[in-house]
Structures are given as structure tokens and as C-alpha cells.
């Protein structure tokens, strides 16, 4: 039996960033990794997609060229096969990048690939081996979810897992799920010549739950391809082709993409063994600032333990659980970052800050501003569409979170994410500049309306954009 002080299971943004603190610390640990390397972002998640969207948005760009007196539209074309090599070619890149910096680099015997599976506490087995532990940081990551019957459907499913290996696209698609990566990959493929009908249980799409966000966001993004919710569609294999139906409507389609989410990587891990308290779902009982699970010396970060699964997070809950890991038994717990989450379909979908339906309405005060005709910028751009929701507590008057669906909402979600971290009120949002003529004036519109209903009159100052020197 091999002894080591840490043992790293699974080589994603989680597990590398806690490769990342302990090396500086001791070359005794192992980290260890089943499956493919180079993140789930680089390899089939973050990177790949918008590679394939930033082809997809340039193809569509060309519908709007009369708009602005261009002319020769017609005349562009896509060469679906090449978007989809260059997608693989710029994957390839950003996971080797991944191994060269960061396993690659580790001395033999440090990296081992295969399915570690514990065997009893503190201790794992991989590949018939046998590795006693001091502290472990469990970061396995996670896979879509694909419902048993579905797996019928053979080479006719796709996931994101397995649509980028894809050749070519194919004539018609059904998108199931749309929550950011249902809408993202069913827009760009769309736009790409694909026939697209996306379908989705709730009533909700893009994790939004404003509903004057949620509905604009379905009013731009339906104009590309229809999209029936509310209901659980049913699938069936014909020959070559899947039948997609519910009780509003029947679609036959030439492949299916299955977009429900990721279910995390804990199933095969033998947690039973650990000798670490569980869930009733089977999950381990863990503390989301300090990433420790129970009182022992095992940390969870990153996507497997279905917090945040988004690479930022994944990355900060790896630093995280190796800082405690390092000084166990003393741990440390660490305040969690606002939080932020984009859909990058055009216009993007953003929200930032505590999720709306997580509060009480009744404690909130709220603004909303539509784009249309309201943004000079926006509308020499042809891009005045969309809407901005703010919400502020009503006691503090500090900035609580929002969403929006706007055009380069990307950049903007930020700065919101950044005033709800540092727990600025709105009194004190009103005195940030703001240039003329940018879309960040809807921002500024926003907040100015936010203002108004979150102060009474007497409480608001002549002039609450100035600030008087001290």
C-alpha cells in the first residue's frame, strides 16, 4: 500500500487549482484522474461552444446588412464541416494547454489516470492499487444527464459531451432543456442551417425568473426557433429519424440534443466506504466555505458537488478546499463570491447577485427598463432590444441582484455582480459615471429608476449623482 499526505481525485479547474496550492507546498501527493484531461470547460463545455457560436453569429450578421445600406449578402455561405474543424482544432488547443501546464509537469507516479473508488477511509484504489491518504479533495467533476430510455436512441442522441465530434450537423434537431446551454447550442445551430424546435418542462427558460425577463427572452430567442414549454417532451426512435411529441406537438427530427443539466461524478466513488456523512440522496454532507465534508479530512470542490457548476467557482472552491486541506484540522471558512451566471446567446441572458425566487418580494424594490427606443447606441447598433430588471433591498437599499437580456450583457452582469459584492446601495450606484453615447447608459437608466422607488422623497438628496468633497 502506497502512502501519500494528499491525494487529488479528478484533474478538472477544481482539482487543478488544488494541484496548484499544494505543489508549492510537497511533491507527496497524487492526483488522479478516470477519463478524458483538459476541464470540462476546454473540452466540452465553455471553449468549444463559443467557438462554434462565434462562427454561427458571424453567419447570421449578414441578415442585417440591409439595415445598415450593405449590400452582397446573398453571396455568403457556410461550410458547416470547416466550423466544426475549427471547433475541434481550437478544443485541441486549449486542453493541451491545460496538460502542459499543469500534469504534464509532475514528476512520475504523481499523475495517475483511472477510476479511484474508496475502498475504506482515507484510503482508495485505482487501477488495482491501493493509496492511503492523509487528505483527500474529491473534485470527479460531473457528465449530462441522459435519462435511461433515452439511450435507446443510439447514435441519434447527442450531448454536449459528443456534438462537437460531430462531422457535420444535421438537417433537424430537437433540443431538449433549455437552460443556458439548450439555448446557446440551439441558437447557433440554428443559425448555422439547422432546423431547430427546442422544448423545456417548465415555463422558464435560460434559469431566468423575472417575468418580464423571462418573457422578452423568449419573445427574441423564439424568433430563430420555435420553442413549446411547460410540458416534458416524449421521444421515440423511427428508423433513421426520432419522433419528439407532446400533447401540443408531434416533430420528427433528424437527432436529439439533451441539455437537463450535469449530474455530478459521485455514483462510483464508493462514498459508502468513506466513512463520510450522506445525503438521502447519497451525496456527502459538506460545508460550502470551507468545501469540508463533515469534520474529517476530505474536501469536495467544483462541479461534483452541484453548487456552482460553473468554471470560476469550481476554480475558487479548489482553492478553497486545498488551503484547508493544508492546515487540517484547522479550517477556514471563506465568504462565497456574488454570484454570476451568462447564457451567451444573442442577446445575452445574464443574471447576477441572490436569485430572485430565493427572496421575498415584499422585502424587494424593483425597476425595470426596456431597451426598445430607449438607447441611442443601442439603436444606431440595431441592438435596441431586450430588458434590465434590478431588485434592492427595501430596508439597506443595497443592490440584492437582477437580470437582463440585452445585448452584450456579458460585460454588464459584471459590474452589477461586482456592486452586489461590494454591498453598494443604490443612493451610491447613482453617483458612478457614465459615458454618452454607450450601452452601459441602460444600466445607468436602471439604476436612476430603482432609485425613485426605493427612496421617499425626503430621503432623496437635489442631486444624488453628486458627492460632496470632504
Not at 455568403?76 to 464541416?81: G, H, Y
Not at 452586489?420 to 443612493?427: I, P, S
Amino acid at each position: 500500500m502506497r502512502k501519500v499526505e494528499y491525494a487529488i481525485l479528478g484533474a478538472g479547474s477544481a482539482g487543478l487549482t488544488a494541484l496548484g496550492v499544494i505543489r508549492k507546498r510537497t511533491d507527496d501527493f497524487v492526483i488522479i484522474n478516470g477519463g478524458h484531461y483538459g476541464t470540462t470547460c476546454a473540452r466540452v463545455g465553455c471553449m468549444p461552444s463559443k467557438t462554434l457560436i462565434q462562427s454561427a453569429n458571424l453567419f447570421h450578421k449578414r441578415s442585417e446588412y440591409d439595415e445598415f445600406g450593405l449590400e452582397g449578402a446573398e453571396a455568403v455561405s457556410v461550410d458547416v464541416t470547416k466550423v466544426m474543424e475549427r471547433v475541434r482544432r481550437y478544443r485541441d488547443l486549449f486542453t493541451a494547454g491545460v496538460q502542459s501546464g499543469t500534469t504534464d509537469t509532475l514528476k512520475p507516479g504523481q499523475s495517475i489516470s483511472g477510476f479511484a473508488k474508496f475502498v475504506a477511509p482515507n484510503r482508495i484504489e485505482v487501477n488495482g492499487e491501493i493509496i492511503e491518504a492523509e487528505r483527500i479533495i474529491i473534485a470527479t467533476g460531473s457528465r449530462p444527464v441522459v435519462p435511461t430510455p433515452w439511450k435507446a436512441l443510439g447514435d441519434l442522441l447527442h450531448t454536449s459531451d459528443t456534438i462537437f465530434e460531430q462531422v457535420d450537423l444535421p438537417k433537424s434537431i430537437a433540443v431538449i432543456g433549455l437552460g443556458a446551454i439548450g439555448l446557446e447550442m440551439g441558437q447557433a445551430i440554428s443559425r448555422l442551417g439547422t432546423e431547430v424546435y427546442g422544448f423545456e418542462m417548465l415555463e422558464r427558460i435560460g434559469g431566468l425568473f423575472v417575468s418580464e425577463v423571462n418573457q422578452e427572452a423568449q419573445s427574441l430567442i423564439s424568433n430563430e426557433f420555435p420553442m413549446y414549454l411547460g410540458e416534458a417532451a416524449q421521444l421515440e426512435r423511427r428508423g433513421n429519424r426520432v419522433l419528439v411529441k407532446t400533447s401540443k406537438v408531434e416533430v420528427e427530427v433528424d437527432a436529439v440534443l439533451a441539455s437537463l443539466g450535469r449530474r455530478p461524478n459521485i455514483d462510483m466513488l464508493g462514498l459508502e466506504k468513506a466513512g463520510v456523512p450522506l445525503d438521502e440522496k447519497g451525496m456527502p454532507v459538506f460545508d460550502l466555505n470551507t468545501m469540508q465534508i463533515g469534520d474529517q479530512a476530505v474536501f469536495m470542490a467544483g462541479d461534483v458537488n452541484a453548487y456552482r457548476p460553473i468554471l470560476h467557482e469550481a476554480g475558487y472552491e479548489g482553492k478553497m478546499a486545498a488551503l484547508n486541506a493544508v492546515n487540517y484540522p484547522e479550517v477556514t471558512a471563506f465568504r462565497r463570491k456574488a454570484p454570476i451566471g451568462i447564457a451567451f446567446t444573442e442577446p445575452n441572458i445574464g443574471v447576477f447577485g441572490t436569485c430572485y425566487h430565493e427572496l421575498d418580494p415584499e422585502k424587494l424594490v424593483m425597476s425595470t427598463f426596456y431597451l426598445k427606443n430607449n438607447n441611442v447606441r443601442a439603436m444606431v447598433m440595431a441592438e435596441d432590444k431586450g430588458v434590465i430588471c434590478l431588485y434592492a433591498d427595501k430596508q439597506s437599499k443595497k443592490l440584492v441582484g437582477g437580470e437582463m437580456v440585452m445585448p452584450h450583457a456579458e460585460h454588464f452582469v459584471h459590474l452589477l455582480a461586482w456592486a452586489v459584492e461590494n454591498e453598494m446601495t443604490v443612493a451610491e450606484l447613482m453617483t458612478m459615471p457614465f459615458y454618452h453615447p454607450v450601452l452601459e447608459e441602460v444600466i445607468q437608466s436602471a439604476i436612476e429608476k430603482l432609485y425613485y422607488a426605493a427612496y421617499e422623497d425626503e430621503e432623496r438628496a437635489s442631486s444624488p449623482e453628486l458627492t460632496v468633497m470632504q
